[in-house]
C-alpha cells in the first residue's frame, strides 16, 4: 500500500514499475521541492528513511501489451476485430492535431493528412485494415508523434492504438489492469496519479474503491488524459454515464495544448455533474511541456500538481 500511487500510460511494455519509479518519484519529488516544500520531496526521494518516508508507488500494467514469441516479446498488433476502434481514435488525434496545434505547419500537414484517410483527396483506401495502415502513417508524420524518425513514430502510433484499443475492448486486460492500481491503495493513499492511458485505468478504480465515507481519497490527478475524447473513449467509459467519483474529495487535470493523446484538455463539460458537496474539480488547468507535450516526467514537475499534493499530504 503507497501514500501517493502512479499509474503510468502507454508504451511502457519493455518497462516494469521499479524502472518507472526510479524516473518518475524524482521528477515528482523536484516539482515539490521546486514549489518550495523541501521537507516532502525529501520524504519522497532523497532521504526516504524508513520512520519518515513518503511511500510512492508506481502501478505497472505493461506486460499486458506484449505477445511472447520465439524471439523474445513484442508489441501487440491490432486484431481484426478492433480494428474499428483503431482506426476511429487514429483519425481522432489527427483531427485534434489539425484544429488545436500551435504550430500552423503541424495544423496544416494534419489537415491534409484527415482529409486523405477518410478519402476526401488522394488515391481512395480500400479495406478496414489498409485504413487503420493509412491512418497509423498519417499520424506518424506528425512532428509530435515522429520526434525521433519516421520508422519509430510508426512503430510509437501503432503500439498507442493497439494498447488503448486493446484496454477498452478486451475484459481481462481492463481487469488485470485495474487489479494493478487496487492491489497499491489502502486506508494511508492520498494521492492517485494518472497518465495517459493511466487516467483512464485510474479513473475506473476510482468507482471501484471501497472506502467508508467520509474518508474519500483526498487528491485524484489526471495528466495528458484522454478522458475527453467524446466519440470514442468517453462513451466505453466505467459506470455509465460517466461520473464524477464519489469517493474523490479533489480531481485535478493537467494538459499540454499540444498534447494530442489528450484529446480535449478541458474535462469539465464532461466530468462536472454530480459532484459530491466538498469536492473540488479543476478539470481545466492546462500547462506548457514545451518539445515533449504528452512526456510524463514533464507533467509530475508542474508548481499547480505540487501544491495540489502537499495540501493532500498535510491535510
Known amino acids: 500500500m503507497a501514500v501517493i500511487v502512479c499509474v503510468h500510460g502507454i508504451d511502457q511494455q519493455q518497462q516494469s514499475a521499479d524502472e518507472l519509479e526510479k524516473e518518475w518519484l524524482p521528477a515528482l519529488a523536484g516539482g515539490i521541492r521546486m514549489a518550495g516544500f523541501g521537507d516532502l520531496a525529501d520524504r519522497l526521494w532523497r532521504d526516504r528513511v524508513p520512520e519518515n518516508s513518503i511511500e510512492a508507488r508506481v502501478a505497472f500494467y505493461g506486460n499486458l501489451f506484449l505477445t511472447p514469441d520465439q524471439q523474445g516479446a513484442k508489441s501487440a498488433a491490432i486484431p481484426q476485430d478492433q480494428a474499428q476502434f483503431a482506426e476511429t481514435l487514429a483519425q481522432e488525434w489527427l483531427q485534434r492535431s489539425a484544429e488545436r496545434a500551435s504550430k500552423q505547419k503541424i495544423k496544416t500537414l494534419a489537415t491534409s493528412e484527415l482529409a486523405y484517410v477518410r478519402g476526401n483527396m488522394g488515391e481512395e483506401v480500400q479495406g478496414l485494415g489498409n485504413v487503420v495502415r493509412s491512418a497509423m502513417k498519417s499520424l506518424a508524420k506528425i512532428s509530435w508523434f515522429a520526434?525521433?524518425?519516421?520508422?519509430?513514430?510508426?512503430?510509437?502510433?501503432?503500439?498507442?492504438?493497439?494498447?488503448?484499443?486493446?484496454?477498452?475492448?478486451?475484459?481481462?486486460?481492463?481487469?488485470?489492469?485495474?487489479?494493478?492500481?487496487?492491489?497499491?491503495?489502502?486506508?494511508?493513499?492520498?494521492?492517485?496519479?494518472?497518465?495517459?492511458?493511466?487516467?483512464?485505468?485510474?479513473?475506473?478504480?476510482?468507482?471501484?474503491?471501497?472506502?467508508?465515507?467520509?474518508?474519500?481519497?483526498?487528491?485524484?490527478?489526471?495528466?495528458?488524459?484522454?478522458?475527453?475524447?467524446?466519440?470514442?473513449?468517453?462513451?466505453?467509459?466505467?459506470?455509465?454515464?460517466?461520473?464524477?467519483?464519489?469517493?474523490?474529495?479533489?480531481?485535478?487535470?493537467l494538459a499540454d495544448r499540444d498534447d494530442f493523446i489528450a484529446a480535449e484538455p478541458d474535462l469539465t463539460k464532461f466530468f462536472s455533474k454530480g459532484?459530491?458537496?466538498?469536492?473540488?474539480?479543476?478539470?481545466?488547468?492546462?500547462?506548457?511541456?514545451?518539445?515533449?507535450?504528452?512526456?510524463?516526467?514533464?507533467?509530475?514537475?508542474?508548481?499547480?500538481?505540487?501544491?495540489?499534493?502537499a495540501e493532500a499530504l498535510r491535510g
Open 147 to 253: 520526434p525521433t524518425g519516421m520508422a519509430f513514430a510508426e512503430r510509437f502510433v501503432n503500439r498507442a492504438l493497439a494498447q488503448v484499443t486493446k484496454y477498452l475492448t478486451e475484459e481481462e486486460t481492463r481487469k488485470k489492469a485495474q487489479e494493478a492500481v487496487l492491489a497499491l491503495i489502502g486506508p494511508e493513499t492520498k494521492v492517485l496519479i494518472g497518465h495517459s492511458l493511466g487516467s483512464v485505468v485510474a479513473y475506473e478504480v476510482t468507482h471501484r474503491l471501497d472506502r467508508p465515507l467520509p474518508l474519500p481519497l483526498p487528491l485524484f490527478v489526471t495528466l495528458g488524459s484522454p478522458l475527453g475524447l467524446d466519440s470514442i473513449i468517453y462513451p466505453k467509459l466505467r459506470p455509465k454515464p460517466p461520473a464524477f467519483p464519489i469517493l474523490v474529495q479533489r480531481w485535478m487535470n
Open 275 to 309: 459532484v459530491p458537496q466538498g469536492a473540488r474539480f479543476e478539470g481545466g488547468y492546462t500547462v506548457d511541456n514545451g518539445a515533449e507535450p504528452h512526456k510524463a516526467t514533464f507533467y509530475l514537475k508542474k508548481e499547480k500538481l505540487a501544491w495540489a499534493i
